[in-house]
Nanobody, 125 residues
């Protein structure tokens, strides 16, 4: 059974950094596009970043471009999200997701096959 487990969330001051990790098990990790989504209280889940199966292509939401970096290590079955210059509006539960049927990166969360349980990121002003 496929499982995604996130770690690395926490409380940080505005301008600070955090690195999230998501480790997968029970699936052929290198065959899956991986992505990060986030959901703030009272808001819909939103796309943050995605990375292709090989890691040679990435895509970011405009709100995080030039501040966040997604990467993956297929040997470790892990995807990362390096978050720099954090803002209070980045506060949310961050979840990783895996998509293995399509051959393009997608932004629609409904197209992802597996999800982690989420990790809380809180940015104080």
């Amino acid at each position: 059974q496929a499982q995604l487990v996130e770690s690395g969330g926490g409380l940080v001051q505005a301008g600070g950094s955090l690195r999230l990790s998501c480790t997968a098990s029970g699936l052929a990790f290198s065959s899956y596009t991986m992505a990060w989504f986030r959901q703030a209280p009272g808001k819909e889940r939103e796309f943050v970043a995605a990375i292709s199966r090989s890691g040679d292509s990435t895509h970011y939401a405009d709100s995080v471009k030039d501040r966040f970096t997604i990467s993956r290590d297929n040997a470790k079955n892990t995807v990362y999200l390096q978050m720099n210059s954090l803002k209070p509006e980045d506060t949310a539960v961050y979840s990783c997701a895996a998509e293995g049927r399509l051959r393009v990166m997608v932004l629609n969360p409904n197209l992802y096959d597996y999800w982690g349980q989420g990790t809380q990121v809180t940015v104080s002003s």
